[in-house]
């Protein structure tokens, strides 16, 4: 029977190592948390996802049913409870665990680094502007805290119904409302920022790969200052090209 991997999460860098196991002779499970995430993954063979979010109990069975040789978690970088509970699978059913990381952004000029979300609503609440909010949709319950909110936020988040639904429901108004998919060129950010009259670009520290370089040269060019929540410490794990090799060499590749 060919051996099993087990990946976990939907990012850019994840969807690539998927298509890069398709030339390895595994059979690999995905799993994401929405049927949207699921969607951007291309079939292949020997490929199963599973749009579900587990629990740590619905983890272990998977493990102890399916018993991969791996669990790539390859989870948003500020995904922090998912990657603690698959952690905990792992190392309760004694089951090989890889942290896909991301590098982290480089520092810029003009950048306020706040610690998490809340900081960063406090900051907002002492300042003038519009506002541009990069953050996703499962932050902006915190936001609704800003003083005017309704008036001085516009924001991006993923074309999703949930997604949209909540943000209606939580009272921003629909003309400040972006439903797209990333990644976004800096020329669109800069021309999203300006539509808005942006004064202030809130952002995680996504990494290159998702987006931010682009983000923080467009917010220099659009006159907007900056602010951005730190990651949850320093990320343990390993880098994208070391999974590649480590799969390599245990499973082989069909150059």
Not at 81 to 95: D, H, P
Not at 97 to 124: G, K, M, S, W
């Amino acid at each position: 029977m060919k051996p099993v991997v087990w990946l976990i999460g939907g990012t850019s860098e994840g969807r690539s190592l998927i298509r890069f196991m398709a030339e390895l002779d595994i059979i690999l499970y995905v799993s994401v948390a929405t049927d949207y995430g699921a969607s951007l993954i291309e079939p292949q063979p020997e490929l199963h996802v599973m749009a579900e979010r587990m629990d740590l109990a619905a983890m272990k069975n998977f493990i102890a049913t399916k018993r991969p040789d791996y669990v790539i978690d390859a989870t948003h970088p500020y995904a922090t409870i998912v990657t603690a509970t698959v952690q905990k699978a792992c190392e309760e059913s004694n089951c090989k665990y890889l942290r896909l990381v991301r590098p982290v952004a480089d520092e810029h000029e003009n950048c306020i680094t706040v610690q998490d979300f809340n900081e960063a609503v406090e900051l907002l609440g002492h300042t003038e502007g519009n506002i541009f909010l990069t953050t996703g949709s499962k932050t902006l319950q915190e936001f609704t805290s800003v003083p005017d909110y309704k008036d001085r936020i516009a924001l991006r988040i993923l074309p999703m119904p949930d997604s949209l639904n909540k943000a209606l429901e939580l009272g921003y108004k629909p003309a400040n409302i972006i439903c797209m998919q990333g990644p976004f060129s800096e020329l669109l950010n800069i021309e999203m920022m300006k539509r808005y009259n942006t004064r202030y670009l809130v952002t995680k520290d996504s990494g290159s790969v998702g987006g931010f370089e682009e983000k923080a040269r467009a917010a220099a060019k659009a006159g907007a200052e900056l602010i951005v929540i730190a990651r949850n410490g320093l990320e343990q794990g390993t880098g994208y090209s070391e999974i590649v090799k480590l799969l390599k060499d245990r499973y082989g590749y069909r150059e």
